[in-house]
């Protein structure tokens, strides 16, 4: 025999009735269940609100994406893309790090060198000298004295190649840790993965 949907509210009620305790109790239960997921998603939804608040008013960010991929297929067309983007005021490619050290002297003491795939940014400056063309490189003032090169001037051995340092750099705000490297300008030709995009 089909139980019809009025007949199981009375069953229900009838059921309810004879289990009275245990009917308070579930329907205690329930309410406060139901209290609490209200509660709490309303807090859930100021809060997330407040983040978003706090994000926008935040202002300037900088954005740093490390690729693992030896061969992650960011072309120069790409950083071009990035860099014309609304909202964006510069991108900043680098290669992968690797060591480099001085051709004259200090032949033992190894500095980081990254391959700078793009314009240097404003938060960069010459101090001395000019810009890296093709195969050149430019030190910190923290990388020449490490290098010990009296000017920013000289040659530096990177596996098995000679580089020519032709200028010292700075960096300011939130690229001031780029001083820690020796920037070089890739060779025409030469392929380079782009490891870190700012």
Do not use: C, Y
Not at 38 to 57: C, H, K, M, P, Y
Not at 65 to 82: E, F, H, M, T
Request: glycine share 10%; no cysteine; proline share 5%.
């Amino acid at each position: 025999m089909a139980l019809t949907a009025r007949k199981a509210v009375i069953e229900a009620a009838k059921s309810s009735l004879a289990h009275r305790a245990t009917s308070f109790v579930l329907l205690l239960v329930t309410l406060a269940m139901t209290v609490t997921v209200f509660l709490t998603a309303g807090r859930a939804a100021a809060a997330e609100a407040q983040i978003l608040a706090s994000v926008d008013n935040a202002g300037p960010r900088l954005i740093s994406v490390n690729i693992a991929d030896p061969s992650p297929g960011v072309d120069q067309a790409g950083l071009d893309r990035l860099a014309s983007m609304d909202g964006i005021e510069w991108v900043l490619g680098l290669g992968a790090a690797r060591d480099v050290r001085s051709g004259l002297g200090g032949q033992r003491i190894n500095v980081a060198a990254r391959e700078i795939l793009t314009p240097l940014p404003d938060l960069v400056t010459m101090d001395l000298g000019r810009e890296p063309r093709g195969g050149e490189a430019i030190v910190s003032a923290k990388t020449q004295k490490r290098l010990q090169l009296v000017e920013p001037a000289g040659w530096l051995v990177d596996d098995g190649q000679q580089r020519a340092v032709v200028g010292r750099f700075s960096s300011s705000g939130v690229i001031a840790d780029l001083e820690r490297l020796v920037l070089i300008a890739p060779s025409a030709g030469e392929e380079s993965p782009h490891a870190t995009l700012i």
